[in-house]
C-alpha cells in the first residue's frame, strides 16, 4: 500500500471511530469543544468519500490495517 492510500485508510478510521464514539455515548457531545465539534461535522460530511477511499485501497488488492 502506497503512502496515498494509507493516508486514507488512517483518516477513514479517525473518522469512522469519532461517528462511532458520538453514536454510542451521545451523552459526550455536550462537553465537545468548538474543535472537537468541527472535526464530527467534518467527519459526517467526509465519510462517504472515505469509505470509496478506503474501497479503493481494499480493491487494489492492499488489506488496510486499521489497528
Do not use: N, W
Request: proline share 3%; net charge negative; glycine share 2%.
Amino acid at each position: 500500500m502506497d503512502h496515498e492510500q494509507l493516508r486514507h485508510c488512517e483518516v477513514y478510521a479517525r473518522r469512522r471511530q469519532l461517528i462511532e464514539d458520538t453514536i454510542l455515548y451521545p451523552e459526550r457531545t455536550l462537553f465537545l469543544t468548538d474543535e472537537e465539534s468541527e472535526e464530527y461535522s467534518i467527519a459526517e460530511r467526509k465519510m462517504s468519500e472515505a469509505i470509496t477511499e478506503t474501497f479503493a485501497c481494499s480493491a487494489s488488492g492492499a488489506r488496510p490495517s486499521f489497528a
